[in-house]
């Protein structure tokens, strides 16, 4: 098995790592709650082997005086990436583990931690996102259950290793007409963010809506010609004018995710990888305005923000970025961090990771499942939301127990807002 030694770094990789010294801790996280308990020997295994079969996995970011890369590491078989906690009471041992710090540098950019209870067990998957995004983790857990089943009928069992598949956003370009037209951005003006004091331990809140409010939702944006994910938007602005206390008639701006696999052949990427871009409404708050209405002005902002490829402005600003080499574009992400900090605006972010499949882990079914957001440095504020069997999870990271109430009570408002 011929697996080599360094790695290209892509656009993406490199602007996440950064970002990971100045506006989040960039760590994903998979929770999966399965209808039994796994082989800890074959699941530990098929980690293993999942890092030779996408051999970035296996690797670790090395700066290089300005010239990075994705060095593999030699030491895999004597690292630790799966652990193995049995307990009556997982919740709060996840809360644990979820906020652990995952450096890329130093640290695996895989690592898995199995929750055992009397009759089940719940695993946890963990990434960087230096290294792959949402989308990518989504495909990541894909693999790990396929290995950990063919493990289960073949103790033997191999692997081979992506090497041809690729991580950068060629893969998403080459597929967009008049591509070299459309013009390359970045985002405007930051305007706002969630009010908070500076912290510093790592804190996360989650809530579930249960199905039956998810039915209510989707019948609500169904009716309304609307996407789930316009709902999300405007209930997001909505309660960050209650909270803000927001002027009257100010285009206030939102970073909402939207991922680049949608421009690939079966949506699918060539290897695991991130591949986001960003759109950027600014939508005002009006005096009295019922949610229906502000509902008609996001819908309105977003279709037209989706007119032309959306998320390739910024994918391709981005890659222009890059373009310029590391260190300029690591001096302008730590500069923006001190100005966002300095100032106390950011763009607040809406990230939806979309709907997580019933992954089958050598017959063991999904019976729960959500994905965590990074924790964010204040002023940074990100709303992360998936769904799996029609219950959605909202994710909030953040820093500093003084937050904790401010963070608790915008959820409230928050499903407030949803329809119900």
Not at 24 to 30: E, H, N, P, S
Request: neutral net charge; glycine residues 6%.
């Amino acid at each position: 098995m011929n697996i080599p030694n360094i790695f290209n770094l892509t656009a993406q990789d490199a602007f996440n790592y950064v970002s990971s010294k100045v506006f989040a801790d960039q760590q994903l996280c998979m929770v999966l709650k399965l209808s039994g308990q796994v082989d800890e020997t074959s699941f530990a295994k098929a980690l293993r082997l999942t890092l030779d079969q996408e051999p970035v996995l296996g690797s670790r970011f090395v700066e290089n005086c300005g010239n990075p890369y994705w060095g593999r590491r030699d030491n895999l078989e004597k690292i630790m990436i799966c652990s193995m906690i049995k307990t009556p009471s997982p919740e709060q041992g996840i809360m644990t583990f979820v906020n652990e710090a995952l450096h890329a540098d130093t640290d695996p950019l895989v690592v898995s931690r199995i929750f055992r209870e009397k009759d089940a067990d719940t695993i946890c998957i963990k990434v960087n996102h230096s290294v792959c995004d949402a989308g990518g983790l989504k495909k990541y857990v894909s693999i790990l259950s396929d290995v950990y089943s063919k493990l289960c009928e073949d103790p033997r069992y191999s692997v081979s290793p992506n090497l041809c598949g690729k991580r950068d956003q060629s893969q998403v370009f080459k597929h967009i007409k008049d591509f070299s037209s459309i013009e390359p951005k970045g985002g405007p003006e930051p305007t706002w963010t969630l009010p908070q004091k500076g912290g510093v331990s790592p804190m996360r809140s989650i809530r579930h809506i249960p199905k039956e409010r998810f039915v209510a939702i989707k019948e609500y944006a169904h009716d309304k010609k609307a996407t789930i994910n316009d709902l999300l938007l405007t209930a997001l602005y909505r309660t960050l004018f209650e909270i803000n206390n927001t002027e009257y008639k100010v285009p206030m701006t939102i970073q909402v995710s939207i991922d680049l696999r949608r421009y690939c052949l079966d949506n699918e990427a060539e290897a695991i990888c991130n591949l986001s871009g960003a759109l950027y409404p600014g939508v005002e708050r009006i005096q009295g305005e019922v949610f229906e209405k502000t509902l008609e002005r996001v819908i309105f902002f977003m279709r037209k923000l989706k007119d032309n490829y959306p998320g390739i402005e910024s994918a391709k600003g981005l890659e222009y970025m890059y373009e310029q080499g590391y260190p300029a574009m690591e001096k302008w992400i730590i500069d923006s961090g001190v100005l966002s900090k300095k100032h106390n605006l950011t763009y607040p972010l809406l990230s939806n990771f979309g709907v997580l499949k019933e992954y089958n882990f050598g017959g063991l079914l999904t019976v729960k499942g959500y994905i965590t957001s990074p924790i964010m440095y204040p002023p940074g504020f990100m709303l992360g939301v998936c769904t799996y069997n029609e219950e959605i999870t909202l994710s909030i990271g953040y820093c500093g127990q003084e937050n904790h109430r401010l963070v608790e009570s915008f959820l409230d408002i928050y499903l407030e807002e949803l329809p119900k």
